[in-house]
């Protein structure tokens, strides 16, 4: 097997297109990770949040489970969950749309019935302060 050094991973890791945050070519969610152990998110809620979204504007998804402000970024996962950014995404109409909760969605922003499993149901909520 080839090993990559770390300065080469790095390099790759920052490349144009490799921020953190964001979607893979495919549409995947890409959580970007350090050297260690990557970061996990962890289940803010146990059901998705109704949210009313407004056309052209754009939101900043939490994908990490630390914001207090679900299920929208506050910026907690600068502290709480380093690596780890929001989806940021611009709805193209107006409407209610049911936003994840639990973080475990293959379709980010957006919930796809993951959350009814037993991962996310048997699961700690965060403790609040
Ligand atoms: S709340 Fe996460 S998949 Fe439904």
Not at 2 to 9: K, P
Not at 16 to 40: E, H, I, K, N, Y
Not at 42 to 63: D, I, M, Q, R
Request: glycine share 14%; proline share 14%; net charge positive.
């Amino acid at each position: 097997m080839r090993r990559v050094s770390s300065a080469v991973l790095g390099a790759l890791l920052r490349a144009p297109g490799r921020g953190p945050g964001g979607r893979d070519p495919s549409g995947a969610l890409r959580v970007p990770f350090s050297a260690g152990t990557p970061p996990q998110p962890v289940v803010a809620a146990k059901e998705p949040f109704p949210v009313e979204l407004k056309a052209g504007k754009t939101y900043g998804w939490c994908s990490c489970g630390h914001s207090k402000r679900q299920p929208f970024c506050d910026g907690s996962h600068k502290t709480a969950a380093p690596g780890m950014a929001p989806l940021r995404f611009t709805p193209q109409e107006d409407g209610t749309a049911w936003l994840c909760g639990c973080k475990r969605t293959q379709n980010p922003p957006y919930c796809d019935g993951t959350h009814q499993g037993q991962a996310v149901q048997g699961a700690p909520l965060p403790t609040q302060p």
